[in-house]
């Protein structure tokens, strides 16, 4: 809560990260700055991290980190209406370096 309030803006759009340059070009239109300005295309070279490789960031974590991930970022998600990821959400058993098995939060419940 302390790191991003979005009730406190009132928005006149929001986009998603995904179809940035989509919606880029929607908003220049929109404001009719499409003859002054233009939205950069992606260079050949950019590879936006996937949901694997994130995954397995986050299997480096141990649970409590992974725990509090999801719930620092719950809210955001069902907000800008962005499906959790299954690395953060899914209910399997996981191991730790120790071998103690742990419950993720969704067990939990």
Request: aromatic letters at 16%; charged letters at 25%; hydrophobic letters at 35%.
């Amino acid at each position: 809560d302390d790191l991003c309030q979005p009730c406190v803006f009132n928005y006149d759009f929001i986009g998603h990260y995904k179809y940035m340059q989509e919606e880029s070009n929607y908003i220049i239109r929109k404001l009719g700055a499409e003859r002054r300005v233009a939205f950069p295309p992606r260079q050949w070279f950019f590879h936006p991290s996937s949901s694997q490789q994130v995954g397995l960031f986050f299997k480096e974590l141990d649970a409590d980190m992974r725990r509090r991930v999801m719930e620092l970022f719950t809210k955001s998600y069902e907000l800008f209406g962005y499906q959790m990821p299954e690395f953060l959400t899914h209910a399997v058993t996981m191991e730790e370096p120790n071998n103690e098995t742990v419950l993720t939060s969704s067990q939990q419940e």
